[in-house]
Structure formats: C-alpha cells, structure tokens
C-alpha cells in the first residue's frame, strides 16, 4: 500500500504556482534584466559601486562626423521655434519646463556629473527597445528620476546620448519624448 505524505496533485500544483508567481514578481521588480537589485537610493545602501561618470557635455567638433550622420542639435536660445517632432529621431519633444520637477532635478546633477542618487544611475542605457536612433553600445546613458510614493526606483528614466541628446520616459522605455533644454 502506497505511504499518503498527505500531498496531493492539487496541493503540488498550488506549489508550484506560488512559485511561478514568486518568479515573476522578482523579475518584474528587477525590471527583466536579472541583475538589478538596487530598489534604495545609493544613499540608503552600504555597497562600494562606483558610480559611471557624467556623460561629457561638451558640443562635439563639426571635423568628427558629417551632418548626415550628426544627430540634430537643439537651436541656439535665441531660436524661440521648437518642435513638435525632433527631427532627428522623430520622436516627439518636451520642454524641460514641462517635465515633473524631480526631473529637473536629475537633470541638474547630471550637468553637474553627479553624485547621483541611485547605484544604477549612469550605466549604460542598450536601446533593446530599439526607440531611440541607433548607435554604438555605452551611447546612451541612464538616469533614474524618483516618482513620489513609490519605495523602488519606479518608470521614469532619463536617457542622455552622447552627453548631448537628452530623452525622457515615464513607461519604463516603452515610449521616449526628446527633451528639449
């Protein structure tokens, strides 16, 4: 005669839901790439990660790349036309007065290259999405911008290209808006 354990088909099936659903949660809050588990602000943390150094902000030389290959500057000050779509990536533009101010704020600390709040903040952004224009990998830089209410690192990302070109996303890089400064 068979030992009863006193488990049964139905009770190993809830098992291994509960598992799935553990999974998915822990992939969820690490945002998919299996390797973040940074959720307080580098401030609130006892790790010795260096944090990446500012993008440059320096204008690049005209002698580096052909217009063609040049993503489209911002007009200067005095310009008062701006964009509905920038022309470059054809994404749509945003004022950086009409981001949230935290926002601001990050912008702030990355012209003045840190520090920055987050561990993460300042590695290198992939573009998998494949929204942003393509260019070589370590381009594209990311930034966290804090969403009040929320204990972990939440959505809202700013992207800086070649220490130049910034971009802004509150869906977590399902969509991008070019910023205009």
Do not use: C
């Not at 500012?54 to 993503?71: C, F, G, L, M």
């Not at 912008?107 to 573009?127: M, Q, V, W």
């Amino acid at each position: 005669m068979a030992r009863d354990n006193g488990r049964t088909p139905a009770s190993l099936g809830a098992l291994v839901v509960v598992l799935l659903i553990a999974v998915l949660y822990w992939w969820v809050e690490s945002e998919g790439q299996g390797e973040d588990t940074a959720k307080e602000p580098a401030s609130k943390q006892t790790s010795s990660h260096t944090l990446a150094p500012a993008p440059e902000t320096t204008e690049p030389s005209a002698t580096t790349t052909s217009d063609s290959e040049q993503p489209s500057e911002q007009p200067d000050a005095t310009d008062d036309q701006v964009p509905d779509v920038d022309p470059a990536s054809g994404l749509p533009v945003v004022l950086e007065e009409a981001l949230p101010a935290e926002a601001g704020e990050v912008l702030d600390d990355i012209d003045a290259g840190g520090p920055y709040e987050y561990d993460r903040d300042g590695i290198t952004f992939g573009n998998y999405e494949g929204i942003l224009p393509d260019e070589q990998r370590g381009y594209y830089r990311e930034y966290t911008v804090e969403t009040p209410g929320l204990s972990h690192r939440g959505a809202r990302r700013i992207v800086v290209g070649g220490g130049r070109l910034f971009y802004w996303t509150d869906d977590h890089y399902e969509s991008f808006s070019r910023i205009w400064r």
